[in-house]
């Protein structure tokens, strides 16, 4: 299971700027401030949300009406017998194990606390082909969503998306959810358009998100092809 905040260099002079003009908070307001983010951290890493978004690791939550339309396109995608790789989308793969709970569906994800909804294997971008060998071409369907919005990170994404695919008498589906920025790149390194369907987060993001595909039918079924996004 995200917009993704854009790094953008600052001059120093412009940081200096920015220092100048921002309000400064009284020692109680700080203490005050400082006491709640604490507490709301604590709160949100503890037993009543264990999944909760570490933003430091570029988590975005997917809604659970997004989550739970890009998990039936799946199981749709997949029929009966297909495998589903989710590659750095846990927010996906946890809806598929709570809505389809017999859908042969496995999470490539760094954050290990997803490890104990099971099927998971330890997985960073920057090392495409480090996947357990035999979990290398039986996937008929694969899902993304590149936790970085840059063209570094979804070419390496893109690399372990064709490691983990099948490719047999039929064309893997393929499934990426990322930013319209990222449109050229996808279409380039992997044939992806978008679609009409928008996929939303729980938290309000700037940048305008969209799932692309390669396959036909899941164009059709998600509202058909939107090459003018």
Known sequence: ???KPINIR???????SEDNDRPMLS????AALHEFLA??????????????????????????ETAGHVARECVEAAGPSGRIACIACPSLFRQ?????????AHLFEVDLRFEALGNFSLYDYRKPHAVPDELKSVFSVVVADPP??????????????????????ESPKYYLLTGASM??????????????????????L??????????EAAANRLGGWDDAA
């Open 148 to 169: 970085y919005l840059s063209e570094e990170c979804l070419e390496k994404t893109v690399e372990t998306m064709k490691v983990l695919a099948r490719h047999g008498d």
């Open 39 to 64: 507490e709301s951290q604590a709160t949100s890493n503890g037993a009543q949300n264990p999944f909760a978004e570490n933003w430091g690791l570029s988590q975005f939550w997917y809604t659970e």
């Open 1 to 3: 299971m995200a917009s």
């Open 206 to 215: 700037g940048n305008e998100f969209l799932l692309y595909t390669t396959s």
């Open 10 to 16: 600052k001059s120093t002079d412009e940081r200096r």
């Open 183 to 204: 449109k050229g790149t996808a279409q380039k390194l992997l044939g992806l358009r978008p679609t009409v369907y928008r996929p939303q987060h729980k938290t309000k």
């Open 27 to 30: 020692e109680g307001t700080m």
């Open 96 to 104: 598929l194990r709570a809505q389809f709970p017999d859908a042969n």
